[in-house]
Nanobody, 121 residues
């Protein structure tokens, strides 16, 4: 069982910044991809950014140049630095991690509980 806990959501004015963090805990052997997704009211959940164990990153077109994903493997933590926030970034942000558990090397695909980000105009 692998649990993810997110921190850092809140209310910010347009043009402002927020930093989200997400820490994984439990029976972790290795974490491969870690990512952030978001879901706005009435919309489907969408990918925001993902980072591989090798540090390769991928971003949604809508956040390129404004958001930066990073990870600290020693802490099993992934971060999302969000700059130049826009009202359309308002959503619940979810953390995701995929990897293998101990001792059986079973694959896991875990989600955090979500954190609300609200950007006012």
């Amino acid at each position: 069982q692998v649990q993810l806990v997110e921190f850092g959501g809140g209310l910010v004015q347009a043009g402002g910044s927020l930093r989200l963090s997400c820490t994984a805990s439990g029976a972790i052997f290795v974490i491969n991809d870690m990512g952030w997704y978001r879901q706005a009211p009435g919309k489907q959940r969408e990918l925001v950014a993902v980072i591989s164990s090798g540090g390769n990153t991928n971003y949604a077109d809508s956040v390129k140049g404004r958001f930066t994903i990073s990870r600290d493997d020693a802490k099993n933590t992934v971060y999302l630095q969000m700059n130049s926030l826009k009202p359309e970034d308002t959503a619940i942000y979810y953390c995701n991690a995929q990897g293998l558990t101990i001792p059986t090397r079973t694959a896991f695909d875990s989600w955090g509980q979500g954190t609300q980000v609200t950007v006012s105009s």
